[in-house]
């Protein structure tokens, strides 16, 4: 196997790490949201929470791209005033991964915060403990192994990403392309054989991933 082939390998799983990493902190908070509170466009809140899920992932490419492109209302404000490029870049990568793994890690999550007994919220409550206390000694403790295992399903669909990622970043090697983006160049020049076990590696990787999360979220029901 070439070096440009462990680089995509090693590139993708910093990027989807990274990228999971940082849709965290606002996928728990949107699934716990989603999850115990109620307000007037919710549904529509839900929906769009959802919409990378059913629309190709090119057309959620495409809307990134024209947001944070460098014509971008978004992307035209980073670069011109703070000089940070988000288009064609690892950090469209980034972007693409994070938007494309979101509903996974909140659709998840969502589940594992209904299934807490609400009942041990209000008791905490009526004790006197603060909202932010009751959410992080009792509401994510309880529903942690379901917050886990959706952040390892984010990670696996993040590994596999290619429509949204080729839009917004491109194929640039040993800058932009990732695993899915390395077998695709490589099956259009005829190297079949290299793709084919970097398919293999892609196969492992996602297999490994699906079934951690798989594991946490039956514990997390036994």
Not at 42 to 54: D, F, Q, R, S, Y
Not at 98 to 119: D, I, K, W, Y
Request: hydrophobic residues 55%; glycine residues 10%.
């Amino acid at each position: 196997m070439e070096n440009a082939d462990w680089r995509a390998i090693w590139f993708t799983l910093v990027i989807s790490t990274m990228a999971t990493v940082c849709i965290l902190p606002p996928g728990v908070f949107t699934a716990w949201m989603l999850a115990r509170k109620s307000w007037r466009g919710k549904a529509i809140v839900e929906t769009v929470v959802m919409l990378p899920l059913v629309l190709p992932p090119v057309a959620t490419g495409l809307i990134l791209l024209k947001v944070f492109g460098r014509r971008g209302p978004v992307g035209g404000f980073l670069e011109k005033y703070s000089g940070v490029e988000v288009a064609f870049t690892w950090k469209g990568v980034l972007l693409a991964l994070g938007v494309m793994s979101f509903p996974l890690l909140v659709r998840t999550a969502r589940v594992a915060f209904e299934e807490v007994n609400p009942r041990l919220e209000q008791v905490a409550r009526t004790l006197g403990a603060r909202p932010s206390r009751v959410f992080f000694t009792i509401t994510l403790p309880l529903a942690l192994r379901g917050v886990l295992g959706g952040a390892l399903l984010a990670f696996a669909r993040a590994l596999g990403e290619f429509g949204a990622t080729m839009l917004v970043a491109g194929a640039i090697p040993g800058q932009t392309a990732t695993l899915s983006v390395t077998i695709y160049n490589l099956i259009q020049l005829g190297h079949d054989e290299a793709a084919t076990r970097l398919v293999m590696i892609s196969i492992s990787l996602s297999f490994a991933a699906v079934l951690g999360s798989e594991y946490l979220t039956r514990r997390r029901r036994l």
